[in-house]
């Protein structure tokens, strides 16, 4: 019970963790680009990257966390892939109406659950698949406006998503196989996303602005929000892996929706950015959406562990029966006793 309760309060830290910080960075990044004219995301992505990767290995050089090597070929192929999503999701913007842009955000999710379902063999109840669609529903009448199409950006889009989804279940994957934590993986790949981005960056900042990177005048505002902005990246890089690790990628995109509607509704407050009832209206279904699938998951989480201790206590109930005991004694022969071990594997199987 506490083992549970302990995992059920590190999962709602972790969410409220990404919550502030991604809330944070966006209000900030905002405010360096639309005030500030700084307007090279990819770029600084990169530098976001690299600082937490400077501020990993100054907390494993303080012994705040274990180093763990693992495989290396994953690492690499999984650190560019999440690169290569990021660009592919700047590009998408850059050559997509906004309305078009959010379509692609409202499309991971389902593309999401078809990965898992097809090739994880995850299955997802009738119950959850309403409240996503609620949920997708009201960020789509709050965030969509306009949907231009055009063939270059329609393919970038559909990559940007499929990268974006296969990097993110990777990344639960990738901790669960390899028994790494989030603080462990994000500080092998984030190298090689840093270094992704920091060579393509350039570059698909001066195709997106028609501007250099390095021809823009730094002034002293601007580093500041450069550096703040790289700051809050840390806890944003770090609470995105953590909470991915401790839930899944579906949630994930479903906290990054709550997000979407927190932005906009400080956006409304601090920034004085234009609000309608449209908004409004879809902002309160989307919450619905989310309020809906947290208690189905809640639930559906709750009935699994039931079934997973009544399983336990079966087998408990099995190994202290006298009359189960004699029957795998020390006087059964070796045969039996392969036909036995064979039996209660094929029961665990069914179970799993």
């Known amino acids: 019970m506490g083992e549970g309760g302990g995992f059920q309060l590190g999962t709602v830290g972790a969410l409220s963790l990404s919550v502030v910080s991604s809330v944070s960075i966006v209000i900030c990044n905002k405010a360096l680009m639309s005030s500030l004219g700084f307007i090279f995301a990819t770029t600084l992505t990169s530098w976001h990257l690299l600082v937490t990767?400077?501020?990993?290995?100054?907390?494993?050089?303080?012994?705040?966390?274990?180093?763990?090597?693992?495989?290396?070929?994953a690492v690499m192929g999984f650190g560019v892939l999440n690169g290569i999503s990021i660009g592919l999701l700047n590009?998408?913007?850059?050559?997509?109406?906004?309305?078009?842009?959010?379509?692609?955000?409202?499309a991971i999710i389902p593309c999401t659950v078809f990965l898992e379902t097809v090739f994880l063999a995850k299955k997802f109840s009738r119950s959850i698949q309403l409240s996503l669609t609620i949920l997708l529903l009201g960020v789509g009448i709050a965030t969509v406006?306009?949907?231009?199409?055009?063939?270059?950006?329609?393919?970038?889009?559909?990559?940007?998503?499929?990268?974006t989804c296969i990097a993110q279940i990777m990344t639960n994957t990738i901790q669960k196989k390899f028994k790494v934590s989030s603080t462990q993986l994000l500080y092998q790949s984030a190298p090689y996303q840093a270094l992704t981005l920091f060579i393509s960056g350039p570059f698909l900042d001066g195709l997106l602005t028609n501007q250099n990177v390095?021809?823009?005048?730094?002034?002293?505002?601007?580093?500041?929000?450069?550096?703040?902005?790289?700051?809050?990246?840390?806890?944003?890089n770090f609470s995105t892996f953590l909470v991915i690790g401790k839930t899944s990628?579906?949630?994930?995109?479903v906290l990054g929706?709550?997000?979407?509607?927190?932005?906009?509704?400080?956006?409304y407050v601090l920034l004085h950015d234009p609000f309608s009832w449209r908004n409004i209206?879809?902002?309160?279904?989307?919450?619905?959406?989310?309020?809906?699938?947290?208690?189905?998951c809640t639930i559906e989480g709750q009935q699994r562990?039931?079934?997973?201790?009544?399983?336990?206590?079966?087998?408990?109930?099995?190994?202290?029966?006298?009359?189960?005991?004699?029957?795998?004694?020390?006087?059964?022969?070796?045969?039996?006793?392969?036909?036995?071990?064979?039996?209660?594997?094929?029961?665990?199987?069914?179970?799993?």
Not at 53 to 60: D, N, Y
Not at 281 to 296: E, N, Q, T
């Open 257 to 267: 929706h709550l997000k979407t509607c927190l932005v906009l509704a400080f956006g």
């Open 214 to 236: 390095f021809a823009f005048n730094y002034t002293p505002q601007v580093l500041i929000f450069i550096v703040l902005s790289c700051l809050i990246s840390v806890s944003v």
């Open 281 to 296: 209206f879809g902002i309160l279904v989307a919450i619905v959406g989310m309020v809906f699938y947290s208690y189905f």
């Open 145 to 163: 406006t306009d949907l231009q199409l055009n063939l270059l950006g329609s393919v970038l889009s559909l990559l940007a998503v499929v990268t």
């Open 91 to 106: 590009l998408s913007l850059g050559f997509n109406s906004v309305g078009f842009y959010q379509m692609t955000k409202l």
């Open 53 to 73: 990767f400077c501020s990993l290995h100054v907390a494993l050089l303080m012994k705040l966390f274990e180093h763990k090597p693992f495989d290396r070929k």
């Open 305 to 352: 562990a039931r079934e997973a201790s009544s399983h336990v206590m079966q087998v408990k109930d099995d190994e202290s029966d006298p009359l189960i005991r004699t029957e795998t004694g020390a006087g059964i022969n070796d045969d039996g006793a392969a036909q036995t071990a064979q039996a209660w594997s094929s029961n665990k199987d069914l179970h799993a």
């Open 249 to 253: 990628p579906v949630t994930y995109q």
